[in-house]
């Protein structure tokens, strides 16, 4: 069974980092799509950042150049590195992983996570204050 754990998110100033990070396990297909969503206050979930089993990487727009997605399959673990947090990106931040071909690139599946990604972890908040 497919299993997705987050942890690392808490409460930064305006500038300020953070490491989110999702413990992955139940799967061993060759093929996968990794990412990590959030829902803001009052604002319906969306793709930030997703990478694929062929090591491709895409993010939005609203975090590009700010975070970093990476994963460590030595230790089944995915990450998120959060750089210049701001104010706006307050919310609950969700990993989740996409196994049913044909599978998604890292760029296909930004604007269509939430929908399509069939795994999810229960969420951990980041709190950016001013």
């Known amino acids: 069974q497919v299993h997705l754990v987050e942890s690392g998110g808490g409460s930064v100033q305006s500038g300020g980092s953070l490491r989110l990070s999702c413990a992955v396990s139940?799967?061993?297909?060759?093929?996968?799509?990794l990412g990590w969503i959030r829902q803001r206050p009052g604002k319906s979930r969306e793709g930030i950042a997703a990478?694929?089993?062929?090591?491709?990487?895409d993010y939005a727009a609203s975090v590009r150049d700010r975070f970093t997605i990476s994963q460590d399959n030595a230790k089944n673990t995915l990450y998120l590195d959060m750089d210049n947090l701001k104010p706006e990106d307050t919310g609950m931040y969700y990993c989740?992983?996409?196994?049913?071909?044909?599978?998604?690139?890292?760029?296909?599946?930004?604007?269509?996570?939430?929908?399509?990604?069939?795994?999810w972890g229960q969420g951990t908040q980041v709190t950016v204050s001013a």
């Open positions: 989740g992983v996409d196994l049913d071909p044909p599978v998604l690139t890292a760029s296909q599946s930004l604007g269509v996570m939430p929908d399509v990604f069939g795994h």
């Open positions: 139940g799967f061993t297909n060759r093929q996968y799509c």
């Open positions: 990478i694929d089993s062929d090591g491709r990487r």
